[in-house]
């Protein structure tokens, strides 16, 4: 199996940055082949929506409410992968999830709160 854990959640006022990782642990071939890792998040009362992701050609696609202001980043040697979040504003409230992807199987973190205040 495949165990992916997030870091970095925080209340921030509006403007700031945060950077958000998810570090992916457990079976090596299963996390050699996630060929698809990035990040979604969850507002009290809405659907889980994409916020940043590497696609399986290791393109990154961002949500329109987001691209210019976030950046994901991957390494993969640490099995990370990062989400810089600058200019934060009170509507990018949510937990974050970390999601990682194979051909057969999908992982999802636990989530981390960001809080961004007005």
């Known amino acids: 199996q495949v165990q992916l854990v997030e870091s970095g959640g925080d209340s921030v006022q509006a403007g700031g940055s945060l950077n958000l990782s998810c570090v992916a642990s457990?079976?090596?071939?299963?996390?050699?082949?996630?060929?698809?890792m990035g990040w979604y998040r969850q507002a009290p009362g809405k659907q889980r929506e994409l916020v940043a992701i590497f696609n399986s050609g290791g393109v990154a696609n961002y949500a329109d409410s987001v691209r210019g202001r976030f950046t994901i980043s991957r390494d993969y040697a640490k099995n990370t992968v990062y989400l810089q979040m600058n200019s934060l504003k009170p509507e990018d409230t949510a937990v974050y999830y970390c999601?990682?992807?194979?051909?057969?199987?999908?992982?999802w973190g636990q989530g981390t709160q960001v809080t961004v205040s007005s």
């Open positions: 999601k990682g992807g194979t051909r057969l199987e999908d992982y």
């Open positions: 457990g079976n090596f071939f299963r996390i050699k082949a996630m060929n698809v």
